[in-house]
């Protein structure tokens, strides 16, 4: 069970230089939505797909691609496995056909841990247009994660609001000990119930 501080997982501000990747191509070039991989829920199986370079640069290890999904390496992968198990799903996947072994990686946990009384947002109303969103969220400026909804849970997307991914401490040692590149941690939740995030607009 995990346990003590959640991080919300975003990229590297100061990694300047890294390289951007696009949404995944299947082998006949047709481009798969990138937001299958980004909804918190297992998907069906994919041959193995290519991520072409949006911009050419140095290469990191967590890559956030289009609407966030997520490309890392499969030796890290398979080290993230053996922790968070079915928490994760594995598409393989080359980037730029240079023959890396790299992989999609769908978290595939959706957890409800919004604190709505420690959170500032916004919800989507009926006058914004889109009846399909009526009381969703809309913008979070700040986000905070109710502990006792997220314990037991080392990987997961938020519910509610999916582009965020969340991990537990265990996962930040884990990443941190194999030197992982292209990541920032942002401190959500702790023991203590202090919270904070950074805002983000709804896609």
């Known amino acids: 069970m995990s346990t ?7 990229a590297d501000p100061s990694a ?20 299958t991989f980004t909804q918190g829920v297992v998907v069906r199986s994919f041959p193995p797909l290519i991520i072409p370079l949006r911009r ?4 990191v290890d967590f890559n956030f691609c289009d609407f966030d ?40 946990e959706l957890v409800d841990c919004i604190d709505e009384a420690k959170s500032e947002f916004s919800k989507w109303m009926k006058t914004d247009g889109r009846p399909d969103k009526v009381g969703e969220f ?31 401490e265990q996962v930040k040692n884990l990443f941190e000990a194999n030197r992982v590149t292209g990541l920032k941690y942002d401190l959500v939740v702790d023991n203590s119930g202090h919270a904070r995030a950074d805002s983000v607009a709804s896609e």
């Not at 300047?16 to 937001?35: F, I, Q």
């Not at 393989?92 to 769908?106: C, H, K, S």
């Not at 006792?148 to 999916?162: D, L, S, Y």
Request: glycine content about 8%; aromatic content about 6%.
């Open 16 to 35: 300047t230089s890294r390289w951007y990747l696009k949404a995944p191509m299947d082998p006949s070039g047709n481009e798969v939505d990138p937001r």
């Open 138 to 168: 809309r913008m979070i400026l700040k986000l905070r994660i109710d502990p006792t909804a997220a314990a037991g849970h080392h990987i997961f997307r938020v519910g509610g609001w999916p582009i965020a991914l969340v991990a537990s």
């Open 56 to 59: 050419s640069g140095e290469a």
């Open 4 to 10: 003590g501080k959640f991080y919300r997982l975003l």
């Open 69 to 108: 999904m997520i490309v890392t390496p499969a030796k890290l992968n398979a080290k993230l496995n053996e922790l968070v198990g079915p928490a994760v799903q594995r598409i393989p996947a080359t980037v730029n056909a240079r023959g890396d072994q790299f992989e999609i990686l769908n978290v595939c």
